[in-house]
C-alpha cells in the first residue's frame, strides 16, 4: 500500500514537472488595428451633411465671378444642412491663413480653401494636416506639396488659356499684335492662362504689352486707359487677351471713352458671366472662354465623401467650353451667373 501511494506521488511529480519544462502553447501576435483614412470622422461611414462643418475662407468679391462662387457654396449649405463657417479675405493671402488657423482652432470637419496665390500654403496646410483636417483647394491651384491637400475642384486654368489663343489662332492666321490684360499676379489663375496662351499662340501674333489688371473692373479701366496713351488701337494692336471678363467690362469703359468701336478690335476674355455675355451681344468680345464659378455642389459631396473614409480623386476638373457672340443673345437670360 504505501509503494502503492509513493509511486502515484512520484507519478504527478512527474507529471507537473514535465508540463513546467513543455513550451508553452504558440499565440497569433495580435494584429495593428487598420488605420482609418485621413479625414475619416468619428460618424463614418453614416455621415451625413448634418454632421459637417465646412471652412470657407473666400479669397474675396472682386468680380461677379467670385460673388457667384460664394452664393454657391451659400446656397448648397443651406439647401443640404451643414454648417459653414465663410469669411471674405478681401484678396489678402494674410487673411485667409488667419482664417484657416481660427477654423483648425475650431476642429472644422473639412476646410475648402480658394488661394489667393499660388506660393506660401505649406506652413498653414501642414498645420491643419497635422490636426487632422482635410483640404480640398477650390478654383485656383496651389505650389504646395500634394500630399498636404486632399484634392483640387476646379478648371484647368492652362487649357483655357490655350482655348483664348486657339481663337486668335484662327482670327490672324497672318500674325498680328495684341495686347493682355492679366489677373492677380501670381494667382494660378493669371499663371495658368497666361503659361497657356503663350504655349498655342501662333509664333507670328506678338504680345505687344501685358499688365495685370487684378481681375477688377476698377483696376482694369486705368490700364487700358494707360494702354490707349501708349499703343493706338487698330494700329500698334489688333486684339487684346483679358483674364476675366470683370476687367473687359472695365476696359470697355477706357476703349468707349477713346472713341474705339465693337468689332473695332479682336477682344477674347476668360469667364462666360452675364456681363461678358453681354459684351458679346453688344459686339465687344468675339469669344468668351467659359469658367464655371458655380463649384459648392461639388465640393460639398466630395467633403462628405472625405468624412466618410471614401477615396476622392486628386484632381477634379469642371466642364466648360468657349462661347461666341452668334447666340450669347439666346444663352444670356439662362446665365446663373
Not at 183 to 199: C, E, H, N, P
Request: charged share 20%.
Amino acid at each position: 500500500m504505501f509503494r502503492f501511494k509513493t509511486l502515484a506521488f512520484l507519478i504527478v511529480v512527474a507529471s507537473m514537472v514535465l508540463a513546467a519544462c513543455a513550451p508553452a502553447a504558440t499565440q497569433a501576435p495580435a494584429q495593428p488595428a487598420a488605420e482609418k483614412p485621413f479625414g475619416q470622422a468619428s460618424c463614418a461611414p453614416n455621415c451625413g451633411y448634418k454632421d459637417m462643418t465646412m471652412c470657407f475662407p473666400q479669397l474675396g468679391a472682386e468680380s461677379d465671378w467670385r460673388t457667384a462662387d460664394t452664393a454657391s457654396f451659400k446656397s448648397e449649405a443651406e439647401k443640404d444642412g451643414f454648417k459653414l463657417v465663410f469669411s471674405d479675405a478681401q484678396q489678402k493671402q494674410e487673411n485667409q491663413i488667419s482664417a484657416v488657423r481660427a477654423c483648425i482652432q475650431q476642429g472644422v470637419s473639412v476646410i475648402a480653401l480658394p488661394p489667393v496665390v499660388e506660393d506660401g500654403w505649406d506652413a498653414v496646410l501642414t498645420e491643419a494636416k497635422n490636426a487632422g483636417i482635410p483640404v480640398i483647394i477650390v478654383d485656383r491651384s496651389v505650389s504646395a506639396d500634394p500630399s498636404l491637400y486632399m484634392s483640387h475642384i476646379g478648371s484647368d486654368m492652362v487649357l483655357e488659356g490655350q482655348r483664348a489663343a486657339a481663337e486668335f489662332n484662327k482670327k490672324f492666321p497672318s500674325g498680328a499684335k495684341i495686347l493682355e490684360l492679366s489677373g492677380t499676379t501670381g494667382s494660378g489663375a493669371a499663371v495658368g492662362r497666361a503659361k497657356g496662351f503663350r504655349q498655342d499662340l501662333n509664333s507670328n501674333i506678338t504680345i505687344v504689352d501685358s499688365q495685370t489688371g487684378n481681375f477688377t473692373r476698377a483696376e482694369a479701366l486705368p490700364v487700358m486707359q494707360a494702354f490707349l496713351q501708349k499703343y493706338k488701337a487698330g494700329t500698334d494692336f489688333q486684339g487684346i487677351f483679358i483674364h476675366n471678363d470683370d476687367m473687359g467690362i472695365g476696359a470697355i469703359e477706357a476703349l468707349k471713352a477713346a472713341g474705339v468701336k465693337p468689332g473695332d478690335l479682336f477682344i477674347v476674355s476668360v469667364d462666360g458671366t452675364r456681363g461678358g455675355f453681354q459684351a458679346m451681344v453688344d459686339g465687344w468680345f468675339q469669344a468668351d472662354v467659359e469658367c464655371n464659378p458655380l463649384l459648392g455642389p461639388q465640393v460639398a459631396e466630395m467633403a462628405l465623401k472625405i468624412m466618410n473614409g471614401q477615396s476622392v480623386d486628386k484632381n477634379v476638373l469642371t466642364n466648360e467650353t468657349v462661347y461666341y457672340p452668334d447666340n450669347a443673345a439666346e444663352l444670356l437670360p439662362t446665365r446663373q451667373y
